[in-house]
């Protein structure tokens, strides 16, 4: 008889509803179409009775951290205003149960959590895109990489929504073999299953429906400087065409100019600093690209509505 592999999902207030569904559906349909119960499933929560997800969904738990069962996996699952929710419960649990032999992992932007307990360190790892620009500050010890997931280090991580379903039916084929987990996706409707290499995001060819190298260069160069952010004329002249050349393509393809454009990545990019980073304004101003603090929070609050100072008080 085929022993049933238990897994707990350990839920963070605010989690994602999506990445929870992804996580519980493929074992389920699993058990069903093997006619075997293959995986159990816990939900544990801080007070042991429920949590409430970012959609207000509340969901009944069966176990608090503290009196968690043991277990073969373990999956700790957050999602918005995850640096809110470091709880020390938690945090023991998961140190625990991978101590007892349990396969600990985090889903959707709980590798945030485990990262803040050293657990990370020298690993690859996989978090929402949305945490990337906080995590890479806070966390320079782990090998962040844009990927759906990572399965092949000791510490499992996904990165949340349906990528968590991409890694729930690679651990029924590791476990079970390919025809299961096929047949497991396609009783999900589910004919696009990535791999765990899988870029997280749709390339910017994709999402803007264009084949130009140029542009696809340019912005590239402008994510990778963003601490030193070079003039339209540098990227034109490292890309090898005129100023005036690369200002038509972004005009075109983007409907606003090379300038524009790489202030809103440094804009955007100061604003997931601020939500998702204890780091000070001047600092994040210093990071992406702002000599003057005062100039960095006058360009924010035309573009935000917000001073920087006041967006950090909002989420504290």
Not at 73 to 88: E, M, T, Y
Not at 128 to 147: A, I, K, R
Request: hydrophobic content about 40%.
């Amino acid at each position: 008889m085929t022993k049933t592999e238990r897994f707990a999902i350990l839920l963070v207030p605010e989690f994602t509803h999506i990445a929870f569904s992804c996580a519980i559906e493929p074992l389920r349909i699993a058990n069903l179409i093997s006619n075997e119960t293959l995986y159990e499933w816990v939900l544990a929560s801080h007070d042991g009775n429920r949590e409430t997800c970012s959609n207000g969904t509340v969901s009944l738990v069966d176990y608090s951290f503290k009196d968690l069962p043991k277990c073969d996996r373990v999956f700790a699952l957050s999602g918005i205003n995850v640096h809110k929710h470091l709880d020390p419960d938690l945090l023991n649990a998961l140190r625990r149960e991978r101590a007892t032999g349990a396969k600990v992992g985090a889903l959707c932007s709980a590798a945030f959590i485990l990262a803040k307990a050293g657990m990370l360190d020298g690993m690859r790892a996989a978090i929402h895109w949305d945490f990337h620009d906080g995590f890479l500050e806070d966390f320079p010890d782990v090998n962040l990489v844009s990927s759906v997931f990572v399965a092949d280090e000791p510490i499992i991580t996904a990165s949340g929504g349906t990528a968590t379903a991409d890694l729930m039916l690679h651990l029924i084929e590791d476990t079970h073999g390919p025809d299961l987990a096929i047949a497991v996706a396609d009783q999900m409707v589910y004919n696009a299953v990535r791999e765990g290499t899988a870029e997280q995001r749709v390339s910017l060819q994709s999402r803007h429906g264009m084949r130009n190298p140029h542009l696809v260069r340019a912005i590239q160069i402008m994510n990778d400087c963003i601490e030193r952010p070079r003039s339209p004329s540098l990227i034109a002249e490292e890309i090898g065409i005129s100023t005036r050349q690369l200002e038509r393509i972004f005009g075109r393809y983007l409907n606003c100019s090379p300038k524009k454009y790489l202030m809103d990545l440094r804009l955007n990019r100061a604003r997931n600093l601020l939500v998702q980073t204890d780091q000070s304004v001047t600092e994040i101003a210093l990071a992406c690209g702002f000599e003057s603090p005062g100039h960095f929070a006058r360009v924010y609050r035309g573009k935000f509505g917000i001073t920087p100072t006041a967006q950090q008080s909002k989420i504290r």
